[in-house]
């Protein structure tokens, strides 16, 4: 029974149920054949990959077994969750900047080993590097900072 607990064999089981996931909403697209393909047949195959890797990984962690699972840490789940759903508020109402420093901010207090001076780099880092990307780089139509830019 101990196997059938291990990482592994879970994020087997993870991967085979994407993949099914993944088939069962993609049965209505025509599948095309190889030098044609339709819209379905990339996504269909790459859920046939993933569920054979799937059940490759938990073929191999039930043969060879693997570390147990941990138990869930809830401080990092919670935090980074809350930051993510506060980025979602925040983006459309004060813009990208802001929406990221409360996202960096929640979730840099998920870490045991918090310190100020790195997350406020990080936030002046992602600003700029997101800046950079989505507004200047794909020139995308969001608000940088609202009312501003």
Request: aromatic letters at 8%.
């Amino acid at each position: 029974m101990n196997r059938f607990l291990s990482k592994d064999f879970l994020s087997g089981l993870m991967f085979v149920g994407f993949g099914l996931l993944a088939l069962y909403f993609g049965q209505k697209l025509a599948l095309g054949t190889p030098v044609r393909m339709g819209p379905g047949y990339v996504p269909r195959m790459l859920s046939l990959v993933l569920v054979g890797l799937g059940i490759l990984i938990c073929i191999v962690a039930v043969v060879s077994g693997s570390d147990p699972v941990e138990r869930p840490k809830w401080k990092p789940i919670t935090l980074v969750t809350i930051g993510i759903v506060c980025f979602a508020l925040l983006f459309e109402r004060a813009g990208l900047i802001p929406a990221l420093i409360v996202l960096i901010l929640i979730a840099s207090l998920a870490n045991e080993e918090f310190k100020l001076v790195e997350v406020i780099g990080n936030m002046v880092a992602l600003s700029v590097l997101c800046t950079l990307v989505f507004k200047v780089g794909l020139g995308m139509n969001i608000s940088i900072l609202r009312g501003v830019w």
